[in-house]
């Protein structure tokens, strides 16, 4: 991969990572915020509800955070676009496309079928 699909990689992905971030303090602040304002018992299960999506946002959000930083790590230890299981360059448009990936889209494809044939 050159240095300019590089750079717009790295400039894409600190783009997500600073939305996240920015989500994720908001998703902090509301939690903050609600507390004893539902004093209804109706209402106060719906924001348990509502707790449990914010916590498995948050929870997958964080995943997704450190799976950007891992990705920005590669870029400046040169290893990013590299798939991790065969070695070989992945696609610089499956990179535009989505640059926290760490397989060519042949793995990607056989681990997908794995967890397929796995149930998951
Ligand atoms: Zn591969």
């Known amino acids: 991969m ?9 400039g894409s992905l600190q783009k997500q990572l600073d939305e996240l971030i920015g989500e994720a303090i908001k998703t902090v ?3 903050t915020n ?12 719906a924001l348990e509800t509502d707790r449990n ?3 498995r946002i948050r929870d997958r959000e964080r995943k997704l ?5 891992e ?4 870029i400046d230890g040169s290893t990013f676009g590299i798939c991790e299981v065969c070695g ?10 989505r640059p ?21």
């Not at 955070?65 to 930083?69: D, L, S, T, Y």
């Not at 070989?88 to 496309?97: C, N, P, S």
């Open 53 to 55: 999506f914010l916590l």
């Open 2 to 10: 050159d240095q300019e699909n590089l750079e717009y990689c790295r």
């Open 29 to 31: 602040d509301g939690m």
């Open 34 to 45: 609600s507390k004893d304002t539902f004093p209804d018992p109706t209402d106060r299960a």
């Open 88 to 97: 070989k360059e992945i696609g610089e448009e499956r990179l535009k496309v």
């Open 100 to 120: 926290v990936t760490t397989l060519c889209i042949d793995c990607k494809k056989k681990q997908e079928a794995k967890e397929k044939a796995r149930g998951l």
């Open 65 to 69: 955070i450190e799976k950007i930083k």
């Open 71 to 74: 990705a920005l790590d590669r």
